[in-house]
C-alpha cells in the first residue's frame, strides 16, 4: 500500500501535472501514448507468459495416459468421479500402473493434487524396490471437503467405487494416502472422516500410510529458483517452529495420535527428508517445490527414497 501511494503521487506529480500543463499535448499526442503504453504492456505479458517456470509443473501425462488436469482445465466431473466398473476392468484412464511394469501390482497411490505430485518420487522408488501398484488417477479429498481446486464436488459419493474396487483387491496390499491436510482438515468431521476410511481399508487387510504434510518452502527463494537465479543456501531455509505450529493448528498432529494409537495407519515422515537445521526449499541450483505446496520430480524421488524403508525394503535407493 504504502509503495502504491508512493507510485500515485510521483505519477502524478511529475507525469500527469505537467503533461496537463503543456499546452502542446494534444489528443493525437495522448493516443499516440496510449498505443504505445499498451502495446508495451501487451509485449511484457506476453514474455512473462512464455518463461518457463525452472521449478516444474504437476504431471499432465503419466506412462502414456492423462492424468486428471486436462479434466479439471475442461471442468469435466470425470476428475473427480467415475464408476466401480471402471475400476474393476482396469481403465487406463482411472487406473495407471507406476513402479516396476514386470512385478504384479501390490499397492495404490490415491489423493488429491498432492498425490499427484508425489507419483514421479512412487514411481521411481517403487521401481528401485521391484514393486508395482497403480496411480488412482482421480483428484479426491479424503475429509468431507466438498471443493478441492476449480469447483466442488461430493466426496463421499465420488470416492465409494474406489473403496469398494480397493476392498475387493486381495492383491492390493499397502494403500498410500496422500492429501493437502493443511487445508482439508476443517473440524472434528473431517478427522473423523479419515480415521473412518483408514478403518475401512484396514478391515480388509490393508496397510494403510498416510503422507504426512510438508512444510511451506522460502517463497524467496523458491521464485528466485523458478527464474533460474542461484540463490544462497539461507533463503532457502524455512524454520521448524511455524511447521510445528501449522500441524497444531489444523488438527493433523491430532490426527495423526489417533491412528498411531488405534493402529489404523502409520504415517509416512516425508518431511524428514528436507530437515537439515531447518527445512530446505532446494539447493543453490535446483527447488524441490514447484509452488507453495506441491513438491516437484526432485522433491518427490527425496522425500520418497527417505520413506520408502517404511513401506518398502529398497535393494538400492539411487
Same mark, same amino acid.
Given at each position: 500500500? *504504502?509503495?502504491?501511494?508512493?507510485?500515485?503521487?510521483?505519477?502524478? %506529480?511529475?507525469? /500527469?501535472?505537467?503533461?496537463?500543463?503543456?499546452?502542446?499535448?494534444?489528443?493525437?499526442?495522448?493516443?499516440?501514448?496510449?498505443?504505445?503504453?499498451?502495446?508495451?504492456?501487451?509485449?511484457?505479458?506476453?514474455?512473462?507468459?512464455?518463461?518457463?517456470?525452472?521449478?516444474?509443473?504437476?504431471?499432465?501425462?503419466?506412462?502414456?495416459?492423462?492424468?486428471?488436469?486436462?479434466?479439471?482445465?475442461?471442468?469435466?466431473?470425470?476428475?473427480?468421479?467415475?464408476?466401480?466398473?471402471?475400476? @474393476?476392468?482396469?481403465?487406463?484412464?482411472?487406473?495407471?500402473?507406476?513402479?516396476?511394469?514386470?512385478?504384479?501390482?501390490?499397492?495404490?497411490?490415491?489423493?488429491?493434487?498432492?498425490?499427484?505430485?508425489?507419483?514421479?518420487? +512412487?514411481?521411481?522408488? @517403487?521401481?528401485?524396490?521391484?514393486?508395482?501398484?497403480?496411480?488412482?488417477?482421480?483428484?479426491?479429498?479424503?475429509?468431507?471437503?466438498?471443493?478441492?481446486?476449480?469447483?466442488?464436488?461430493?466426496?463421499?459419493?465420488? %470416492?465409494?467405487?474406489?473403496?469398494?474396487?480397493?476392498?475387493?483387491?486381495?492383491?492390493?496390499?499397502? +494403500?498410500?494416502?496422500?492429501?493437502?491436510?493443511?487445508?482439508?482438515?476443517?473440524?472434528?468431521?473431517?478427522?473423523?472422516?479419515?480415521?473412518?476410511?483408514?478403518?475401512?481399508?484396514?478391515?480388509?487387510?490393508?496397510?494403510?500410510?498416510?503422507?504426512?504434510?510438508?512444510?511451506?518452502?522460502?517463497?524467496?527463494?523458491?521464485?528466485?529458483?523458478?527464474?533460474?537465479?542461484?540463490?544462497?543456501?539461507?533463503?532457502?531455509? +524455512?524454520?521448524?517452529?511455524?511447521?510445528?505450529?501449522?500441524? /497444531?493448528?489444523?488438527? /493433523?498432529?491430532?490426527?495423526?495420535?489417533?491412528?498411531?494409537?488405534?493402529?489404523?495407519?502409520?504415517?509416512?515422515?516425508?518431511? %524428514?527428508?528436507?530437515?537439515?537445521?531447518?527445512?530446505?526449499?532446494?539447493? /543453490?541450483?535446483?527447488?524441490?517445490?514447484?509452488?507453495?505446496?506441491?513438491?516437484?520430480?526432485?522433491?518427490?524421488?527425496?522425500?520418497?527414497?527417505?520413506?520408502?524403508? *517404511?513401506?518398502?525394503?529398497?535393494?538400492?535407493?539411487?
Amino acid at each position: 500500500m *504504502i509503495a502504491t501511494i508512493i507510485a500515485t503521487y510521483l505519477s502524478w %506529480r511529475f507525469i /500527469e501535472t505537467p503533461v496537463r500543463r503543456f499546452n502542446g499535448f494534444n489528443a493525437r499526442h495522448a493516443f499516440t501514448m496510449l498505443g504505445f503504453g499498451s502495446a508495451t504492456l501487451v509485449c511484457i505479458c506476453l514474455f512473462i507468459e512464455t518463461i518457463h517456470d525452472k521449478n516444474g509443473d504437476l504431471p499432465k501425462v503419466w506412462r502414456g495416459v492423462k492424468t486428471w488436469t486436462e479434466l479439471e482445465k475442461k471442468r469435466d466431473p470425470r476428475r473427480s468421479s467415475c464408476e466401480f466398473e471402471d475400476l @474393476a476392468r482396469g481403465n487406463k484412464d482411472v487406473l495407471i500402473k507406476i513402479g516396476d511394469q514386470k512385478a504384479s501390482p501390490s499397492f495404490a497411490l490415491w489423493g488429491d493434487s498432492h498425490a499427484l505430485a508425489f507419483l514421479a518420487g +512412487v514411481d521411481t522408488v @517403487a521401481a528401485q524396490s521391484e514393486k508395482a501398484g497403480f496411480f488412482i488417477n482421480l483428484k479426491q479429498s479424503l475429509t468431507l471437503n466438498d471443493c478441492i481446486g476449480a469447483y466442488p464436488f461430493n466426496p463421499r459419493k465420488d %470416492r465409494e467405487p474406489v473403496l469398494r474396487w480397493l476392498e475387493n483387491r486381495s492383491d492390493i496390499i499397502n +494403500v498410500i494416502l496422500v492429501n493437502y491436510w493443511t487445508l482439508q482438515i476443517r473440524n472434528e468431521e473431517d478427522i473423523q472422516e479419515i480415521i473412518a476410511i483408514c478403518e475401512r481399508l484396514k478391515k480388509c487387510g490393508k496397510h494403510v500410510f498416510l503422507m504426512q504434510s510438508l512444510p511451506g518452502p522460502n517463497v524467496i527463494g523458491l521464485r528466485l529458483l523458478s527464474w533460474g537465479f542461484h540463490p544462497k543456501p539461507s533463503m532457502l531455509k +524455512v524454520d521448524e517452529q511455524p511447521y510445528d505450529s501449522q500441524m /497444531e493448528a489444523t488438527g /493433523e498432529k491430532r490426527l495423526l495420535s489417533e491412528l498411531t494409537s488405534r493402529s489404523i495407519a502409520t504415517a509416512l515422515p516425508v518431511q %524428514r527428508a528436507f530437515f537439515s537445521g531447518g527445512y530446505a526449499s532446494g539447493t /543453490e541450483t535446483q527447488s524441490f517445490y514447484l509452488d507453495n505446496d506441491h513438491v516437484n520430480r526432485i522433491g518427490a524421488i527425496k522425500a520418497m527414497e527417505y520413506v520408502a524403508p *517404511i513401506i518398502w525394503t529398497i535393494r538400492d535407493s539411487r
